[in-house]
């Protein structure tokens, strides 16, 4: 049976040390992972030609810069990404949802985020990682 | 933004009722939360690496590998008592259900707080309610209030307006612009990072807290440079308040 190409995160994390370790753990279980430090360079690895879309993006929402806020209403702007509507899972350090989640988001995981629950939340999304 | 542009005096100059001392007593109060979000943010962001290392050492151990897997498996489950602890402990408190607040009346009272030159319009939006507590539509509103009347004091010519209007998609909009020099393309770029100033003795957190009160009750801050002028334009947003019923006494 031909293997199932790698499907691809963008883990958008101002956190270093997270953005890092998280980057790791996901790409040895076997997807394709990018990184982006804020809402910036997050906007400019999805605009990057020739580039597919992620087919997932774990998104912090607070970052210097641009926030995970304006980075979902950037995108919501951009016709051709909007269009792709990729689903979002958000991290939040408000752990009570006070703080209202992000339209468009599939899923709200309070920090400090367990991996064993978003490996388990990614698999719910988009299947293993490795066919 | 619909708006007669009729110049008034602030109502409550000096803001000696209740109201505006309530404003003026939270304001305090806000800013210490917002500190404690940034440290919330920090510790939640720690476990979170530590948390993510366990679990990556875990699976680069055989299942044999006996002891040493055990103790990694009980430093996992302490590490999973942690997150639910420090969840506990340091989550914000929940907000209460959306009260009527009457825009323009916290416009006033805030515009009384201020020292400077500030000119209060919309008169004909007396009746738009919002969905969201009073007092802290007042913090957030008199942390922008200050940072455009301060932006004004070396400019004798600049002044402050502050006006309201409704969008149209359930949101009330209130504009505070000041004839000020504007903000650095840096400060700009940078006005909601915490703790981040361009202002000797001070902490570089007021446009944070308001922005935090706002995205609580589900409204926005923005705040530009205004084009082609000089200033800045901050415009708060916040729902509306859901219509009153019959039943309710309307």
Redesign the interface.
Known sequence: MKPRPRRKLLVVED?R??RE??V??LT?VGYEVRGAADGQAALEELRRPGEPYPALMLLDL?M??M?G?RLQEEIARDASLAHAGIPIVVFS????G???ALPGAVAVL???????RLLALIESVLGPARA | MASARTRELPPLPGGDDPHSKAIRSAYGMYFADEALSAVRHDILNRVTAVGALSFELRRYLEPTAGDVRDRLEDLNRQIGLMCESVSRRLAPPRSEPPPRCPVREVMARVAGLCQGPVELLSPSAAKLSAAIDPVQLGVALLCVMENAVEACLEHPAASVQLQVGTTGEGRIEIDVTDSGPGLEPQAELRAFDRFFTTKAGHAGLGLCVARTILVRWGGDLQVTNRPGESGTRATLAVPAAARRGRAEGE
């Open positions: 956190d040390d997270v370790t998280l790791r753990v040895d607070r210097p810069r926030d806020r350090a408000d752990s009570r006070a703080e209202p309070a920090k400090p985020v367990r991996l064993e």
